[in-house]
């Protein structure tokens, strides 16, 4: 077994740690099959933050009568941290490793860590951020990010084979390089992991701005998040470019109405298209009003309107017509003026 360490040149700080730096470490192994009940894992490889820099420590199984050294020796490293960060490690890395480990009946307890699965974290995020694969190299590319391995994990399975049967160094940097590349992209996906920080609401509105048909709303956060980036849903998009944050929304200028829930207690009065309470309606002819239908009991207003996705979002809510499903929040001075209604807003346009 050989363990290696060496420092990491990657500017992210560790600013997106959800705790602590003496406390968080990132992970990534490397197996000789998908079935740990058949294969063994032959490279682990974890990041951690020390003396304010990413360090990278290696155990790489030279002889496979060493494994249970190597996962004893890694789990014990590990042991003195509580969050574990890695991508699909839930699915794959962490049974694997487990079963491996009950193998040889060695101590583990992977259920006393907090885990951070950079993959479940974003992959609902897929169809905004436009990629049509959420694997991490996929990932990396739609950051810019270059690697420096070529290889896919299957396919150093056979060059792990040929490196254990002829030593040759070439196919050792090789095996390692692969482990680094991965183990180094789970730092450089934290920008990507802080965007989706951002879409659940950890940000603040600093200012709304209405020019024609779109409103504008200005963003903070102190989280780390990328240099460049566009979500587009259409109506509305986010939008992170030299450090400022925009969200975008069309908004409609036109007549909107409001339908009352209960119409039965309601009057539609076809002159006027509009209903009124039957407390008022009891004053109005009988010839010009008649009971109101849910697809008729409303109150029409010309206003300035943004689009919901939540239609429970606010009490008032307004629609086209009855039949069609999109849903409005009327630009009111009350809005305008309340940045926390404005947060709130903007978290349920890109809630999942």
């Excluded at 701005?209 to 979500?231: A, H």
Aim: negative net charge.
């Amino acid at each position: 077994m050989h363990i290696l360490e060496e420092p990491l040149s990657i500017p992210i700080p560790p600013s997106l740690l959800p705790d602590a730096t003496s406390r968080v470490i990132f992970f990534d192994i490397e197996t000789t099959g998908f079935s740990a009940h058949a294969a063994i894992p032959y490279l682990i490889g974890c990041a951690y933050w020390a003396e304010d820099t990413w360090k990278l420590r290696q155990w790489f199984l030279d002889d496979i009568q060493d494994e249970a050294s190597m996962l004893s020796s890694f789990f014990d490293f590990i042991s003195s941290y509580t969050w574990l960060i890695h991508f699909n490690g839930s699915s794959f890395d962490i049974p694997f490793l487990k079963k491996r480990m009950e193998h040889y009946q060695l101590k583990q307890n992977f259920s006393s860590f907090q885990i951070l699965d950079l993959y479940r974290e974003i992959k609902p995020y897929k169809k905004a951020l436009g990629i049509s694969n959420i694997r991490q190299r996929d990932l990396e590319e739609f950051l810019h990010i270059h690697r420096t391995d070529c290889f896919s994990g299957g396919d150093l399975i056979e060059v792990y084979f040929e490196y254990m049967a002829i030593h040759k160094e070439e196919l050792y940097q090789s095996l390692l390089l692969h482990n680094a590349d991965d183990v180094r992209g789970l730092i450089h996906l934290l920008p990507l992991y802080g965007l989706t920080q951002l879409l659940k609401g950890n940000f603040k509105v600093e200012k709304a701005e209405q020019r024609e048909n779109i409103m504008t709303f200005f963003l903070k956060t102190e989280i780390t998040l990328p240099d460049t980036i566009t979500l587009n849903y259409g109506k509305y998009c986010l939008t992170i470019k030299n450090g400022q944050i925009m969200v975008q929304i069309s908004v409609s200028h036109e007549v909107m109405k409001y339908f009352y829930n209960n119409y039965k207690d309601y009057y539609y009065l076809p002159k006027e298209d509009q209903a009124i309470h039957k407390s008022v309606a009891i004053y109005v002819d009988k010839a010009y009003r008649k009971a109101a239908k849910p697809s008729n009991c409303y109150t029409k207003r010309e206003s300035f309107y943004l689009p919901i996705k939540d239609k429970n979002f606010a009490k008032d809510v307004f629609q086209r017509a009855y039949a069609e499903k999109e849903y409005f929040l009327e630009i009111t001075e009350i809005f305008l003026q309340n940045k926390e209604m404005q947060r709130e807003y903007i978290i349920q346009l890109f809630s999942i």
